[in-house]
């Protein structure tokens, strides 16, 4: 009974934390991040570190995938050294937090860019390093080849995901119904969808293919639906307010695009030091002070792309292995949507 | 807080004021501003970073449209258009049924596997006792992840299990017939409490005449008044409630009432796990009656499941009530670990709340609230259920 | 006491022996055929514990791939394991993925010293449950072998390079989280224990009250979430506590609340006159407490403590949701490589059966404790 008096006010107390709030103020000053990587000697960096192809451990403990890569490549544009990255592993739910409140410099954690996100989170997208959209997975024999077909469906998802949103929306708006099943563990989905439990499996296109891959000889009896329900274009994220920061982010992701589309890998790159092409010049730093510009050393792009590597080895060493086609993540000369604006 | 202050405790009768007391309450005072202080410069860091981070704040995302899909609903609900607000309350009810239904089968499994480890037959006993020890020395989270395992090697809904007339067991779940409802059926569900209400006054009337006089009187008028009541009001309404049997439609079963895969793993994950530590306080209880009681009952030429259900297990309720409280309160808490396999409670939902809306604080705080709430009236029912006994008991 | 109890339970239907059976036969009858249900009772459960028991020993030893060839890259094939799947156990993945499992990301060439740790701590438990070794040098033990385990962990002396905190992982966080949370927890739980008892602070009873029953009603993982999601936006910006401190810190409130109602119960449980007594001898309320009452109390709950140890060492587990590689979330991790998805079981067995040995040995601790108090007490 004492409980219950004692109970009360305190629960009115945790109810009254939340009537915190006062007009928003707009803060930050410079790159206050780069000056406190550079004060550190290394880049907190937020990942998943359990997505195969994004960043996932081996068995060493070696962060793999191409977020992981991606803050290699902000490593080597900051500090000179791609090795000097601490990843830092979150959650759907804490990697907001973790942003916003300074534990990382920035966030690769496979986050789809969406207007809520910029403008409640006081968070910002660098750039898109993957283009992906939601689609389906499901059995070959369920006799589905398209995803109208799914009326009534059960439907496997992660919570906390766009996909949600995805297909909450596409439901509603062909007028469907269907059941979710919202799992949080990966494993457990994949066992649920694999036994039957679910008619598909929603989730990125490219983690579908990436999980079909994984089926070996039985990934034939699985069937990719053509249908790409939205656009879910996943990049790096960073906070407002640190536009310096902001630039480095987007234009260490451009030198990486703009290095594949010169030709300049991390093997050849030395054999352009003689090149005489104005362009390759300014982004290895043999001329102009594109990074001085930046706050940075005028080697950065050089020490990108030497120790991670352009877009296209990324893909190779992280992607392609999963078995998913390179599609509209290509070259915007081949086909694809990466297009780096010039670095002059 | 401060009221207590001010009016200083009364209870000791040493009205001087005596050095001891002056102490006490200079440092209740210190003790109690150091805290306040401490709250209100979070609460300002707080707001200040809310702020300065501009993060959105307020209870204003609960009347918003909420694009949850949410699997298994005990009110309407529509993702994209039913609000955070009902979402939520969705997850509490979702909550609420995992729970109450888990402390019911939990407390019959753990009075069973607690009778059973005293039982003579060694292989039975031994059999409980590794039951207790094992289950209690692995998390919960693994066994769930178990238990959810297991459901998956169920046949799909085309090749059901189809034990009885329309009740199908597939891992899309356990589906069984429902009384369909219909218009009249207020009437007979009405009539149904009415008769059990009936039935309950014929059977304490019983009670007390079988202590006052030493012969009771049958049972079967109540019987025969529960069934009968509502069977008479549906003639005579004319709808005799028919059965809404289920039956494989596109994809999956429809009608009838199911039981998902998800609800069911967790429901005996959390059963199985509290029933190992119910089944020691059971068996602790079953100890403290005294051995003169079970000679004295024996005596009375009662058999040991008499011995047990009408002269041990009454006395051992009253050691077993407090600590089953607490087994009752961490099964609520554990509820919570459903989101590992796909349950939506409270937690998931507001989990999938916070990550759309972002605001960590109000999100959190629901989830805390929504436990409190909770663990408070499973503490006043089980107190106010203690003293009852503890009366009756004398 | 207990003992004598259960016996006369289970000797209840003792049978006269007619004719002269051996001591086995005997065993048996009255054991496990006493009467014509218990003899069901008994057949059934038998048929049952050998047919799972052959299954499982099918799957897990007969059927069981033990490891698996690599390609010439060095990366597994586990063909013949997706093979096998349903049928036969595939160890192969703990094979593989057994230090990674253990240690997390901590790197790889040096792993000894996580590994040194788990040793260390193993070793302090044993010594911690032997009655003989209850002295005043233990606790000093105790403090060495803790800063020895930060200082292998942390490393950057003696040529010992630096790992952060963050890289930590596997079975030392797990038995870190458990044995710091205990050791913070406890302090904290004393104060507000005898804050909840204290008759003349009805303030400090009020927050101590509060603190307690806050904490007890609500689940761990909305602490957890608190100390992942909530506890940064409470900091001044630029202050930045390290995610496993908070988890640490999460942990020791927890712990501190439930182990306050143990320490609690053993305050109720001292007669009154210990008490006082001690205020008859002129002894201020710290020298009474410090002295005379927390020592026989608190050594009255041992055992309730042991257990209640064991419940947060499996509820460790639980920072897997926010994102900390203990033992479960770096099992978990390990399968989520495309190579070896879908060997869940086999390392959830792996697991079960590292929490249960851990836990099991400290439960069997407990009852023997509990067994040597009680005699203590009859004498």
């Avoid at chain 2, 292989?123 to 992840?145: F, K, S, T």
Wanted: proline share 5%; glycine share 10%; hydrophobic share 50%.
């Amino acid at each position: 009974m004492q409980t219950a008096r004692v109970l009360l006010p305190l629960m009115s107390m945790v109810l009254g934390l939340l009537a915190l709030g006062a007009p928003a103020r707009a803060a930050g000053s410079g790159s206050a991040t780069l000056d406190a990587v550079q004060a550190r000697g290394q880049l907190l960096c937020g990942v998943a570190g359990d997505t195969a192809g994004f960043s996932i451990a081996d068995s060493q403990g070696v962060m793999h995938g191409i977020d992981a890569d991606g803050c290699r490549a902000l490593a080597a544009a900051t500090l000179g050294d791609a090795a000097k990255v601490k990843f830092v592993p979150v959650t759907a739910q804490s990697r907001f937090t973790a942003l916003q409140s300074g534990e990382v410099d920035v966030l690769i954690d496979e986050t789809t860019w969406t207007l809520g996100r910029e403008a409640s989170l006081g968070l910002l997208f660098g750039v898109v390093n993957f283009y992906d959209g939601t689609g389906f997975l499901v059995k070959k024999s369920s006799g589905v080849t398209a995803a109208k077909q799914m009326d009534g469906a059960t439907i496997c998802v992660l919570p906390g995901t766009s996909t949600e949103l995805a297909i909450a929306d596409y439901f509603r708006l062909n007028n469907m119904k269907f059941t979710p099943i919202e799992i949080q563990d990966i494993q457990q989905i994949r066992g649920a969808f694999l036994s039957g439990r679910c008619d598909a499996y929603s989730t990125d296109a490219s983690a579908l293919a990436a999980f079909r891959f994984t089926l070996g000889d039985r990934a034939g009896d699985y069937l990719l639906l053509p249908d790409i329900i939205s656009k879910e274009p996943l990049g790096p994220m960073v906070r407002k307010g640190d536009d310096k920061w902001f630039d480095i982010v987007r234009w260490t992701s451009y030198a990486q695009i703009t290095a594949e589309e010169a030709g300049i890998t991390s093997a050849n790159i030395d054999s352009f030091a003689s090149t005489n092409d104005p362009n390759i010049r300014r982004l290895l730093g043999l001329e102009g002070d594109l990074g001085k510009a930046m706050g940075l050393d005028n080697r950065w792009a050089y020490n990108v792309v030497k120790q991670v590597g352009n877009t296209g080895e990324v893909w190779a060493r992280d992607i392609t292995p999963l078995g998913v086609p390179r599609g509209i993540n290509n070259l915007w000369t081949k086909g694809g949507l990466l297009y780096a604006p010039p670095m002059r | 807080m401060s009221a207590s202050l001010a009016a200083p405790p009364r209870r000791r009768l040493r009205l001087s004021w005596s050095d001891a007391r002056l102490r006490g309450l200079v440092w209740q005072v210190l003790i109690l501003g150091a805290v306040a202080l401490l709250i209100w410069y979070l609460a300002r860091t707080t707001a200040h970073n809310l702020a300065t981070r501009h993060i959105a704040t307020g209870f204003a995302f609960l009347d918003h449209a909420a694009p949850i899909p949410i699997g298994e609903t005990l009110i309407d609900y529509t993702p994209s258009v039913s609000s955070y607000g009902r979402a939520l309350l969705i997850g509490v009810l979702n909550t609420l049924k995992i729970s109450i239904v888990g402390c019911l089968l939990a407390t019959v499994l753990g009075t069973l596997i607690g009778i059973g480890r005293l039982a003579p037959n060694w292989l039975l006993a031994r059999l409980c006792g590794a039951y207790v020890e094992g289950l209690r020395d692995i998390p919960l989270l693994l066994q769930l992840l178990f238990w959810y395992g297991l459901m998956q090697t169920l046949p799909a809904p085309r090749r059901a299990l189809h034990p009885l007339a329309g009740v199908f067991l597939s891992n899309r779940g356990l589906r069984v017939p429902a009384l369909a409802w219909r218009p009249g059926d207020g009437w007979v569900l009405a009539a149904f409490g009415i008769a059990l209400l009936g039935a309950f006054l014929w059977a304490r009337h019983a009670a007390r005449r079988r202590d006052a006089t030493g012969r009771g009187l049958p049972l079967w008028p109540a019987a025969l008044l529960v069934l009968g009541l509502p069977a008479m009001v549906a003639i005579a309404l004319g709808a005799v409630p028919g059965l809404d049997r289920p039956a494989l439609h596109g994809f999956n079963f429809q009608g009838g009432l199911l039981i998902s895969p998800e609800y069911a793993a967790l429901l005996i994950g959390l059963v199985v796990y509290a029933a190992s530590y119910i089944a020691e306080i059971v068996r602790s209880g079953i100890l403290s009656v005294s051995t003169g009681q079970w000679e004295a009952a024996q005596a009375l030429g009662l058999r040991r499941g008499a011995v047990l259900r009408l002269v041990v297990l009454p006395q051992a309720l009253r050691v077993v009530v407090p600590p089953m409280t607490s087994q009752y309160l961490n099964l609520v808490k554990n509820s919570s670990l459903a989101v590992a396999i796909g349950y939506q409670d409270i937690v998931s939902i507001a989990n999938t709340t916070l990550n759309q809306t972002g605001q960590a604080i109000e999100g959190i705080a629901l989830i805390m609230a929504v436990y409190l709430t909770i663990s408070l009236s499973i503490s006043l029912f089980m107190n106010w259920y203690n003293v009852r006994i503890a009366l009756v008991e004398r | 006491m207990s003992a004598s109890h259960s016996s006369s339970v289970e000797r209840a239907p003792t049978l006269a022996l007619g004719a002269p059976l051996s001591r086995a036969a005997f065993w048996l009858r009255s054991r496990l055929f006493a009467t014509p249900v218990s003899a069901v009772v008994s057949l059934a459960l038998l048929y049952l514990l050998l047919r799972w028991g052959w299954d499982f020993f099918g799957w897990a030893v007969l059927h069981a791939i033990w490891q698996v060839p690599h390609d010439a890259a060095g990366l597994p094939q586990t063909g013949v394991c997706r093979a096998a799947e349903g049928v036969g156990a595939c160890w192969a993945v703990v094979a593989e993925k057994y230090r990674f499992i253990l240690f997390g990301f901590y790197p790889y060439a040096q792993q000894w010293r996580p590994a040194i740790c788990v040793l260390l701590f193993i070793g302090l438990y044993a010594a911690s449950a032997q009655q003989r070794f209850w002295r005043r040098e233990l606790a000093l033990i105790w403090a060495v072998a803790l800063v020895l385990i930060g200082a292998l962990m942390w490393g950057g002396f003696a040529g010992l390079p630096l790992v952060a905190d963050d890289q930590w992982g596997g079975l030392p966080i797990t038995l870190i989280l458990a044995t710091f949370g205990l050791a913070g927890a406890f302090p904290l739980a004393v104060l507000a224990a005898l804050g909840r008892r204290s008759r003349g602070m009805p303030a400090v009873r009020m927050l101590c009250v509060c603190y307690i029953e806050l904490i007890r009603g609500v689940p761990l993982i909305s602490l957890l979430f608190m100390a992942s999601v909530m506890f940064p936006l409470f900091l001044p910006a630029g202050v930045d506590i390290d995610k496993l401190l908070r988890a640490q810190i999460a942990f020791v409130l927890f712990a501190g609340a439930y182990l306050a109602e143990v320490v609690r119960a053993g305050l109720q449980a001292l007669p009154k006159g210990q008490s006082e007594a001690a205020d008859a001898l002129g002894l201020g309320y710290w020298q009474k407490t410090m002295l005379i009452v927390l020592p026989q109390a608190l050594r009255q709950v041992i055992p309730m403590l042991v257990n209640t140890f064991i419940g947060f060492f499996k509820d460790t587990s639980l920072v897997l949701i926010i994102g900390i590689f203990d033992l479960t979330t770096t099992g978990r991790t390990a399968i989520d490589e495309p190579a070896w998805q879908g060997f869940g079981n086999e390392i959830y067995l792996l697991l079960a059966a590292i929490y249960f040995t851990f836990c099991f040995a400290m439960s069997r601790t407990s009852a023997r404790l509990e067994h040597l108090f009680s005699r203590g007490q009859r004498r």
